[in-house]
């Protein structure tokens, strides 16, 4: 009996570490497949409002949205099992957000091929749950060291960046989607596509700090 037990905690444990590589690996591709879809799919869209009559190249947008929103509610769906092991409490939120972005993309992809019309606004108001959601994934990340904490910080400005970048284009001090506004989405940007995706598909998530490190302050939970 004790040899069988001695033989299975490896065994389990080695599924478990290829499980989350596995889930590492998705996520990453899932970060690049999600930016990719709808840098494509903003763009064209872009085409029809800049007076193209032709609607294909706003058919084919919505859809390539449609492809971005699926990407990250996968992302949020996945990050789940891992980020409830740092905090449970702040964890459930990131799923929640992502799905907040999705129904809010879909929604006005909806409305612009129902009506011919861009909601005004569209990108800010998905700019929203991505940048509160984005926060939590990263000061997770960050305290709990899973990537490299330059990474994590680096996407913890970068969603910072975005989130305060909101009001101020409302209120039209500044506008994200040029000049000088467009430096605010750069961070979180590389975060989303180059340097989070290499890290997870190429290393993985690190091991968990210890138990006892996972009740520190900054990292008190809700067991």
């Known amino acids: 009996m004790t040899t069988t037990s001695t033989t299975t905690a490896p065994m389990s444990k080695t599924r478990d570490r290829l499980s989350r590589r596995g889930v590492a690996r998705a996520v990453g591709i899932l970060f690049v497949v999600q930016m990719i879809t709808a840098m494509f799919g903003t763009s064209l869209i872009q085409v029809f409002v800049d007076g193209n009559p032709d609607p294909a190249p706003m058919t084919v947008g919505v859809a390539l949205m449609a492809c971005s929103g699926f990407a990250v509610v996968g992302i949020g769906l996945l990050m789940y099992p891992v980020l409830k092991q740092v905090n449970p409490t702040l964890a459930v939120w990131y799923p929640i957000l992502r799905v907040v972005e999705c129904f809010v993309s879909a929604a006005c992809g909806v409305y612009l091929l129902a009506t011919s019309e861009v909601v005004p606004n569209h990108l800010l108001w998905v700019y929203v749950p991505t940048g509160i959601g984005g926060i939590i994934l990263c000061y997770l990340l960050f305290v709990s060291r899973l990537v490299p904490r330059p990474i994590a910080l680096l996407g913890l400005v970068g969603y910072a960046l975005l989130t305060i970048g909101v009001p101020l284009d409302l209120l039209g001090v500044l506008d994200m989607s040029t000049g000088a506004g467009m430096l605010l989405v750069v961070p979180g940007g ?34």
């Not at 995706?197 to 809700?222: E, Q």
């Open 190 to 223: 590389l975060f989303e596509l180059v340097f989070l995706p290499i890290w997870l598909v190429a290393k993985g998530f690190r091991p968990l700090p210890s138990t006892a490190d996972l009740s520190s302050p900054a990292l008190v939970t809700a067991y």
